[in-house]
């Protein structure tokens, strides 16, 4: 069976950190480039943070841009975003999403993800 399963989402004061996990079933790292995307109330679903399929080029979202660090463990097939100095305006449900394609590039582009993660939900308030 194909899915992705984010966690790590939670309440969190301004200035905190916090780590998410996206975890793949029946995908190979490797094959496929990783995205992060979150998408908050009334608005538009944002690209966050993306990683290529060789794990060489990573790219991010203007506002998170020095905060935010994606990485992966190809061994287990599980995507990290560490996300450091939180605002609110980082409040949203956070998912992680998987593009077919094999190279050096990916995009923050949700329209060409093929698979996409449930969602986690991150608060950030005082």
């Known amino acids: 069976q194909s899915q992705l399963v984010e966690s790590g989402g939670r309440l969190v004061a301004p200035g905190e950190s916090l780590r998410l996990y996206c975890t793949a079933i029946g995908h190979t790292f490797p094959y496929y480039a990783i995205g992060w995307f979150r998408q908050a109330p009334g608005k538009e679903r944002e690209g966050v943070s993306c990683?290529?399929?060789?794990?060489?080029?990573?790219n991010y979202g203007d506002s998170v841009q020095g905060r935010f660090t994606i990485s992966r463990d190809v061994g287990t097939n599980t995507a990290y975003l560490q996300m450091d100095g939180l605002k609110p305006e980082d409040t949203a449900v956070y998912y992680c999403?998987?593009?077919?394609?094999?190279?050096?590039?990916?995009?923050?582009?949700?329209?060409?993800?093929?698979?996409w993660g449930q969602g986690t939900q991150v608060t950030v308030s005082s």
């Open positions: 999403a998987l593009q077919d394609t094999y190279g050096s590039h990916c995009t923050l582009s949700a329209s060409v993800y093929d698979v």
């Open positions: 990683m290529s399929s060789t794990g060489v080029v990573t």
